[in-house]
């Protein structure tokens, strides 16, 4: 049981959670955006004698995702050829591997890296936490849908593969993507119920109710959460008291 509690306090229970993902994105879309001049600024600058890094790096970081899928499609309509596959020829080391992350789109990238945690020997259990803990319904969803299409196998399937045990189970859990997300109600009666039954699961037996902590902290809202958290660490569970 100890790494169930261990994952359960990576999950993010701290913050605003009101607002939608894009409000926290730092990168904006680019004002004066041309993907066709873009994508020959890219061109000149890969068949540069020595590779003009540092006109690749400022095109494409202060480009959004979105016109940076649009820039990869405009190159690859000029040159016949992939702007990865440039890239990956014309760069090396850690800026060939931050460039082309930038190239993909985030539910590729979080694929990708998923699958590179769980590959080989060993599970890097931190990468598949921090992705599949923080990830909303919707994004788990297109993860697996993408995951699915590059791999041509089911992302459920790898994680019972590369894992076991309390994590393989909580792990499966949250990448189903079924967390109520719904903000909006507060149920008081819930949040008794859920506190009495962390305790009862936890604390009052021998042992811990693995499948009741894990329904309850995979599918519950985080603000939800936040309230049931706080009314067993103030040692009230299941006794009606409203929580803040």
């Known amino acids: 049981m100890s790494t169930v509690h261990e994952i359960l306090s990576k999950l993010t229970l701290e913050g605003d959670h009101s607002l939608p993902p894009s409000a926290y994105a ?22 540069t004698k020595g590779v003009d890094e540092v006109t690749i790096v ?17 190159y690859q309509r000029r040159t016949k050829k992939e702007l990865a596959a440039a890239l990956k020829s014309a760069l090396s080391g850690h800026l060939e591997t931050v460039i082309l992350g930038l190239l993909k789109t985030p539910a ?10 769980m590959k080989g020997l060993g599970t890097d259990e931190d990468t598949v936490i921090e992705i599949i803990c923080s990830r909303t319904n919707q994004e788990l969803a297109i993860i697996n849908k993408v995951y699915r299409e590059m791999y041509k196998t089911e992302l459920e399937k790898d994680i019972i593969s590369d894992t076991s045990g309390d994590f393989r ?12 997300e719904d903000c909006s109600v507060v149920d008081y009666e819930l949040i008794d119920q859920d506190a009495r039954d962390l305790y009862d699961a936890g604390v009052k037996r021998k042992g811990t109710d693995v499948p009741k902590w894990i329904n309850i902290m995979t599918e519950r809202s985080i603000p939800h959460l936040q309230k ?16 803040g």
């Open 26 to 47: 730092t990168v904006k879309a680019y004002g004066n955006f041309d993907a066709d001049r873009d994508a020959l600024t890219l061109e000149t600058a890969i068949k």
């Open 58 to 74: 400022n095109l494409l970081t202060n480009r959004s995702n979105e016109q940076r899928q649009d820039i990869a499609f405009a």
């Open 108 to 117: 590729q990238y979080d694929a990708s890296e998923l699958k590179g945690a």
């Open 169 to 180: 189970k909580l792990m499966v859990a949250l990448a189903k993507g079924r967390r109520n």
């Open 228 to 243: 049931v958290l706080k009314a067993e660490a103030v040692g009230i569970p299941g006794r009606g008291k409203r929580i």
